[in-house]
């Protein structure tokens, strides 16, 4: 299995390592605001993920990303999908809202690997091995993934709720379902390599992936964001804000508000350029 971010590197492996499956999680937004402009690819991507889409917290590219690597690699990509962003952070009846941050990273779960544990669960039910796009100078992040799953045989699990006690409390329970493999790290795969890879194919990359007001960017980098996505960056904003009258100390970043960000006047102008993926953060996958 073949799990696809939408970036160049996942790209990358679904081109150069055929899978049985190729996955795609998309996270999506309710706001209207940040309503995806085509309105017949956004019938598309409804059909594909059979739930309604408005929008989605990532680079709009993504979506045509994935359109054409499919169209690229000659094989399926199925898309799933999980609770929208706005359910994720619903965590009280009352409508309190609860944000993920660095320490607790419950967005990455229940918008990416959730759904994509559901797909493997509904229809594959067998340990599969999962191909990882970390490349040759991630060793260490690979190794720590490998050192979660030491005391397992090197299986990755995934806690979901499989009943109810009698009591009506959910019954939890640790499912084996994937073995994680490397295959950039064992081929000494670097990120020019794969940037040279595709300077001549015909699939659209975003600028930038992962949401893009994910708390793992920086505030300079949430800063231009917010000029290229300025919709997009106030929901982020007023989710903020809500949050923030629910519980104490409720931000994305604990070092400074959304809205403080948007009111920044920069001593110059931060160009494309003055960025790499270093301060864009990752969301674990």
Not at 248 to 261: A, L
Request: proline share 4%; net charge negative; aromatic share 12%.
């Amino acid at each position: 299995m073949n799990s696809i971010s939408g970036g160049r590197t996942s790209a990358y492996i679904a081109a150069n390592y055929p899978a049985d499956y190729d996955i795609f999680s998309l996270v999506r937004i309710e706001d209207k605001n940040c309503l995806f402009p085509d309105a017949k690819i956004r019938q598309e991507v409804e059909d594909r993920i059979q739930a309604p889409f408005i929008g989605t917290a990532e680079d709009d590219v993504i979506i045509y990303t994935m359109l054409d690597l499919e169209q690229y690699i000659g094989r399926p990509i199925t898309w799933v999908t999980g609770k929208t962003f706005d359910q994720v952070v619903s965590r009280g009846k009352d409508g309190r809202v609860q944000l993920p941050n660095a320490m607790r990273r419950f967005c990455t779960v229940e918008m990416k690997i959730q759904p994509m544990f559901e797909f493997w669960r509904d229809n594959i039910g067998e340990i599969v091995e999962t191909r990882i796009g970390f490349r040759a100078n991630e060793t260490r992040r690979a190794a720590s993934m490998m050192e979660r799953t030491a005391a397992d045989g090197g299986v990755m699990k995934f806690k979901t709720i499989v009943g109810k006690h009698e009591n009506g409390n959910n019954k939890w329970e640790s499912i084996p379902y994937q073995i994680p493999r490397f295959p950039l790290i064992e081929a000494n795969i670097y990120r020019d390599q794969i940037e040279a890879y595709w300077s001549d194919k015909p699939v659209r990359f975003a600028w930038m992936n992962n949401c893009v007001g994910c708390f793992h960017k920086t505030p300079a980098l949430i800063k231009k964001m917010w000029d290229k996505h300025p919709n997009k960056l106030e929901w982020f904003n007023q989710t903020e804000k809500v949050a923030m009258e629910s519980y104490k100390n409720n931000q994305w970043n604990q070092g400074v508000t959304y809205e403080q960000i948007k009111n920044w006047n920069s001593q110059y102008e931060l160009f494309d350029s003055d960025f790499n993926e270093c301060d864009s953060g990752y969301c674990g996958l």
